[in-house]
């Protein structure tokens, strides 16, 4: 993901510093940039940060989770120190990491399934009974989770207790929402955001399992009937919440006849690397334009082809740094599995990319490179 955005960035004429984690660094990753700050252990990463926010930074991208107010924390320090945001505000990333927050927000403008606010300390008994208005199956959820950390499908009363732990285990908050299943397609919308301006990109599909509480990835773009009113429903929410701006991602289950809202990403999300791959024009370039050079109007986007992307989990083989280089740093191969914990032979995951003009070759050639990339895995 740093690489597919630093790579738009250079095509920028800015000059650019990025943040990398020292256990990345030791790989020597194809990073385009014009300074790299090495994140050590050691660190304190929000003093760390606060420093290099005081080295004559103009405009900070922020890519961060949304959980424990990570995303928010690093916002407010930008702003904090004058420093512009090309992505959503600090007050706009504290309503939007909250799912309650923002379900109350905008509850009389979208379709939204029925929830309800559970405090994380009641008892499962007292959590199905407040789920009776509900109905079985359910969901229950963190409030501030990403990319389905700590979501469980609830089918029984037996189920309870082991998803209330699974979102104690993901977040720290002292609440969590049971929310009505509903059964359909699950997809988000990208858009760009600019002071006047909220420009869909793509619908994109979204391969996700419940069960084991995984976004596993999918595929840009993503062709549905309901596709229009996804996007009227998206710019209603969005001038329902002051300080969206810049890249922001809105999920959606989608049936044969409603469009459910499900939540927004306040932040670079996955489905980037697809519509990057699919994209004629740049779209951080769009964004600078946007919010640094506030022009009103930007070229017509246009998107040709389609691309799957998806996460791979496996273990790779014991390799010297050449050769772990020569099989994964290739095409296709968005992020390779680096293996951060200082062994191998442990389980990490990769990120792989397709791009073809017919889905079904893309869908073929992304199975070619998963295929590749397990080859000689142990």
Do not use: W
């Not at 789920?131 to 009363?157: E, H, M, R, Y």
């Not at 699919?278 to 370039?285: A, H």
């Not at 740093?329 to 017919?358: D, L, M």
């Amino acid at each position: 993901m740093l690489s597919s955005i630093l790579a738009d960035f250079d095509n920028t004429e800015h000059e650019i510093i990025s943040t990398l984690d020292y256990r990345i660094k030791r790989f020597d990753p194809p990073i385009n940039a014009d300074r790299i700050i090495e994140i050590s252990h050691k660190d304190n990463f929000n003093a760390k940060f606060n420093e290099i926010l005081s080295n004559s930074i103009d405009t900070a991208f922020l890519i961060a989770p949304e959980t424990e107010n990570i995303l928010y924390n690093l916002a407010e320090l930008t702003e904090n120190k004058k420093i512009s945001l090309l992505g959503p505000s600090a007050s706009s990333i504290k309503t939007t990491t909250d799912k309650y927050q923002t379900i109350k927000k905008i509850e009389n403008i979208a379709e939204i399934p029925q929830t309800k606010l559970i405090s994380i300390d009641i008892p499962p008994e007292n959590v199905f009974q407040e789920s009776k208005n509900i109905g079985l199956p359910f969901v229950i959820k963190p409030l501030d989770g990403v990319a389905c950390a700590g979501i469980s499908l609830i089918q029984s009363k037996d189920q309870i207790s082991q998803a209330v732990e699974k979102v104690r285990n993901e977040s720290k908050e002292d609440k969590f929402i049971i929310q009505e299943y509903i059964e359909g397609v699950d997809a988000s919308l990208s858009l760009i955001i600019g002071k006047n301006q909220i420009i869909p990109l793509t619908l994109n599909y979204q391969d996700i399992d419940l069960q084991s509480s995984t976004y596993l990835g999918g595929f840009t773009p993503f062709d549905h009937p309901l596709k229009n009113e996804v996007i009227t429903h998206s710019k209603k929410i969005i001038k329902n919440i002051k300080g969206l701006k810049g890249y922001i991602g809105i999920d959606y289950v989608l049936t044969p006849e409603k469009a459910y809202f499900m939540e927004i990403n306040p932040r670079l999300t996955t489905s980037y690397v697809g519509i990057k791959s699919v994209s004629k024009q740049n779209l951080i370039k769009a964004i600078i334009n946007l919010l640094i050079f506030e022009k009103d109007e930007l070229p017509q986007f246009e998107f040709f082809g389609y691309s799957y992307f998806s996460k791979v989990d496996l273990i790779i083989p014991n390799l010297t740094l050449k050769e772990f280089k020569k099989k994964y740093f290739k095409k296709g191969i968005v992020s390779p599995p680096f293996v951060v914990k200082g062994r191998e032979n442990e389980q990490t995951s990769a990120f792989i990319c397709s791009y073809q003009e017919n889905l079904n070759d893309s869908k073929r050639q992304f199975e070619n490179i998963k295929k590749e990339l397990l080859s000689g895995e142990n």
